[in-house]
């Protein structure tokens, strides 16, 4: 029996693995997006790098993936992943509330910058299927670079972070219909055949989210355990993956499909911090996947074709782009960052190639090449994005200037964690002053009934602080937690305190101890309930001896207010 270390499946597994903690943590010391790194080492590691100095030097195979289609499954699993993810965020009202910058600008975008790559393509003479296939896929910007720029910048809430959004979502739209047009000529069957047959199996995906999903997801969360949680979302996934490879599709249109239908459901907040551990490491092994298929050596064969191409699709993209966001409205610096920061094709873009080329709109050359052009344009995507926000910087960034016509945007929400009596009388004492909340609650069959009622609430499991990272943090005015369980308040108080240092926390704690333990973690405002209810007696007692209620509610808060001084105090000691 060979030792593990023998085994090429285990050294891929411990090469990939070395590189997802390795690479991770280095770029984001550096502020620079992991993509770049996982390319690289793809790169490196590959048989056009490393790999390829094997057999002179034996030793290279510890540190090598020895064949490139191992890595086949679980790189198709990462996008999957990604679209899956992506379609969560397709709802209902977050298109109504962006639908001039989704519809509009992010329409002409693609529209626009498609067209110009393709009069530039005629040239090639790649047919007119051809063509068409290459510059919509080319004209795609990548969400991951796009996103993560934006969020370690702060910027996802200037006018630069929502218009490059609004761009991303529009071409996050575009995706599933442009996988379908590009692999309904990939089988045996007619055009019109494959499209009949790719419409009945994502109206059967629809049609199963919308009357199973709800169910199972409400079973799932009814177990308290969030494994059997991510198997639910893990089922769904593949099943619709599945159902959409049988109809002929991409993998992919099924799992973009069954994320927009959990989109509008109480429990997709929960579904996203279920899968982003899994989503960002199997989209890790997607980008080695990309890097290991980067023929370096063909780049310095024909370093014109490749280089060339490579600038003149971000020039062309970033151009045209830029014109359309200076005609919408937007100050130059705006401008100039998103249409840097978007110049890039995306990771998206390598789906619709590998379609594309499956369906026979174009040779494996011209899909080689254009493959090389994406891989070396998606690597310096982040190095675009530092320089648009150098631009913004310089020429004036409009972070207090709203869309035209748009109507300025509400008041952040304050985020409600634990809905229970407490949680409830403070959602009634927003309502009384016009605040808006979202709530989070881990009874499932209570977020059920309230959703019917109204109230805006989610399905969460507060024990997961990751669920915080699908919240809205970032926007929100301020968070209240309410929780039973002074291990969570504690494990959630230090994580908004880590990655929102200036969000207001107000926390309800068990007792004086215990509400000193959460100012020292870094809790705005602690309310110990014993100390609450001694004061609510206290009120109540000297009310009935006679001492008049103004006098009785002034004492009463300045004994508050020293009690929490005295608390605050003590976390320093």
Known sequence: MALPLESSAFRDIVVVLGASGLVIPAFAALRISPVVGFILVGIAVGPFGLGGLVDRLPFLDMVTISNAAVL?????????LLLFALGLELSRDRLRTMRHVVFGIGAA???????????VLLIFGLGAGGTAALALALALSSTAVGLQMLSASGRMTTQAGRTAFGILLFQDIAIAPLLLLFSAGAGDRSFGASIAVSLLAIGGIALFGRLLLPALFLQAARTRRPEFFLAAALVVLIGSASVAALAG??????ALVAGVMLSETEYRRQVEAAIAPFQGLLLGVFLIWVGMQLDLPAVAAQPLLIIGGVLAVLAIKAVVLGLVLVRSGRPRGVAAHVALLLAAPSETSLILL???????????????????ITGLALAIAPLLGLAGQALEDRLGHGRAVEEAGAAPPPDGR????GFGRVGQMVAAMLDVHNKPYLAVDSDPDEVARLRREGVPIVYGDARRPELLDSLGLDTAKAVVLTIDGAESLGLLVRRIREHHPDLCTVVRARDADHATQLYALGATDAVP????SSLQLAQDLLVNLGVPMGLV??????????LRTTLQTARNR
């Open 553 to 562: 509610i002034a004492s009463i808060h300045d004994k508050r207010a020293a």
């Open 354 to 372: 590998g379609t594309a080329l499956a369906a026979g709109l174009f040779s494996n050359d011209v899909a080689n090449t254009a493959l090389l």
């Open 249 to 254: 599709l991409s993998p992919a249109v099924g």
């Open 109 to 119: 975008q693609l529209l626009l910058c498609s067209a110009a790559l393709a009069a």
């Open 414 to 417: 304050t985020i409600i964690v």
């Open 72 to 80: 086949t499954a679980p790189a198709e699993m990462g996008i999957s």
């Open 529 to 532: 309930e014993t100390v609450e």
